[in-house]
């Protein structure tokens, strides 16, 4: 599970609307990985709306952000027209990224176990290492609260 410091592992995900994105390619920008358990809920919609609306805003501070869940590149496609997001979303469908980055976790819900994403976020330096990592994120505030940490960089 890495930790702030640590060497980001690196990825290459296919993302919405067709092609892949790679960390490895993205070395010399901030990046944010937004971790998210699955497309359409209520609490995703929040963050992915979030930081759609705040894109120009990482952008003008030198970052690009990617939400990163598990659902298929055609569920990403349809949440994105739905919604009208700019958020660039990537699929991990295999849940590799998800356990490199230690967000694949054994969750609870009305008494039954199983297996999902832990709403985490991740800021990734310009030279390839974790600067912050928010995990079991709460929705309301954090948007604002990453576009801070990524500033202050």
């Known amino acids: 599970m890495p ?3 640590d060497t980001a592992p690196d990825f290459t995900l296919p993302r919405d609307g067709g092609g892949t994105v790679s ?3 993205l070395r010399g920008d901030l990046v944010v990985l937004f971790f998210y358990p699955r497309d359409d809920t209520p609490g995703c919609t929040k ?19 990617f939400g990163i ?4 590149v055609a569920k990403h496609d349809k949440f994105v027209a739905k919604h009208d997001l700019t958020t660039p979303l990537l699929s991990d469908e295999h849940s590799t990224m998800c ?16 297996l999902g994403i832990e709403r985490s ?3 990734v330096d310009r ?8 995990r079991k994120v709460k929705v309301p ?5 990453v576009l801070e940490a990524v500033k202050a960089l």
């Open 141 to 145: 505030g954090h948007v604002d609260e």
């Open 23 to 25: 960390l490895s390619d």
């Open 3 to 5: 930790e702030v410091s």
């Open 127 to 134: 030279e390839g290492k974790i600067a912050q990592v928010w």
């Open 47 to 65: 963050e992915s709306i979030g930081f759609s609306q705040q894109l120009q805003a990482f952008a003008d501070a030198g970052a690009q952000v």
């Open 121 to 123: 976020t991740f800021v």
């Open 69 to 72: 869940s598990k659902d298929s």
């Open 99 to 114: 356990e490199d980055y230690g967000v694949w976790k054994e969750k609870s819900m009305y008494g039954k176990k199983f």
